[in-house]
Nanobody, 118 residues
Framework: QVQLVESGGGLVQAGGSLRLSCKAP???????????MAWYRQAPGSQRDMVAS???????YYADSVKGRFTISRDNSKKMVYLQMNSLKSEDTAVYYC?????????WGQGTQVTVSS
């Protein structure tokens, strides 16, 4: 299984924006392209939940809590998945991970911390 690498997190004020990136450096394009990819997040003391997913055909799904504020996208040629996060709220504070959907246990990366100050 292939470990994914997330980046782009940081500290931002409520109402601000961040763009997260995820790359699959060890995955070949022909393996990456057919996968549904997703972003997950885990807040302290909480379970890891999926917030958005994108299919090979670029159909998207969003959790109700982020719908209208977050946008997931992918670039198969670069083996990258992105999460544009706008109108951030304090409750978006979490470590964000990308993975396949359904997730592959061996593919979790280190995640990227997003902290939203109110």
């Amino acid at each position: 299984q292939v470990q994914l690498v997330e980046s782009g997190g940081g500290l931002v004020q409520a109402g601000g924006s961040l763009r997260l990136s995820c790359k699959a450096p060890r995955m070949i394009t022909s393996t990456f392209s057919p996968k549904t990819m997703a972003w997950y997040r885990q807040a302290p003391g909480s379970q890891r939940d999926m917030v958005a997913s994108i299919s090979p055909g670029r159909s998207t799904y969003y959790a109700d809590s982020v719908k209208g504020r977050f946008t997931i996208s992918r670039d198969n040629s670069k083996k990258m998945v992105y999460l544009q996060m706008n109108s951030l709220k304090s409750e978006d504070t979490a470590v964000y991970y990308c993975n396949e959907f359904p997730f592959a246990d061996g593919s979790w990366g280190q995640g990227t911390q997003v902290t939203v100050s109110s």
